[in-house]
């Protein structure tokens, strides 16, 4: 894994080898079928592949198809700029923006492991599924 800046986004690129495990902790082909995640751009959306090797990236929450969109593939050979005071650790939003919680720095935002991600990610999305309308596509 690598993690840094890279002009105004801070990155998290996870290599071949961790994209397998990284894929299944979030359960994406549960709620993009077909996708893989490769990365974390500025810590509230996911860096897609698909079986194609196309990048697109979308919200941690909600894994919604209609929100993915296309990305410029990450370059893993361009160096990030190293910060240690974000290293290990991902912004999280204690009540989620689509669930009606604010983005702004304050008491709605903490700090979390990539494992704890996880869970929330997987937690959340899953509400998601249970409150959204079904369309056709479902």
């Not at 050979?77 to 009606?100: A, H, T």
């Amino acid at each position: 894994m690598q993690e840094g800046w890279r002009a105004d986004d801070y990155l998290i690129l996870f290599s071949e080898a961790e994209v397998p495990s990284t894929s299944n902790r979030y359960e994406i082909s549960k709620f993009l079928p077909g996708y893989q995640i490769i990365g974390l751009c500025g810590w509230d959306d996911f860096i897609l592949r698909d079986s194609l090797g196309k990048t697109y990236c979308v919200p941690t929450i909600p894994l919604d198809r209609k929100y993915v969109e296309s990305y410029p593939s990450p370059d893993p050979s361009q160096p990030l700029e190293f910060d240690e005071r974000y290293c290990g650790k991902i912004k999280w939003y204690i009540k989620p923006i689509v669930f009606g919680g604010k983005a702004e720095i304050g008491n709605n935002l903490t700090w979390v492991s990539h494992e704890q991600h996880g869970e929330l990610v997987r937690w959340w999305n899953n509400l998601y599924l249970s409150v959204r309308p079904r369309t056709a596509e479902d």
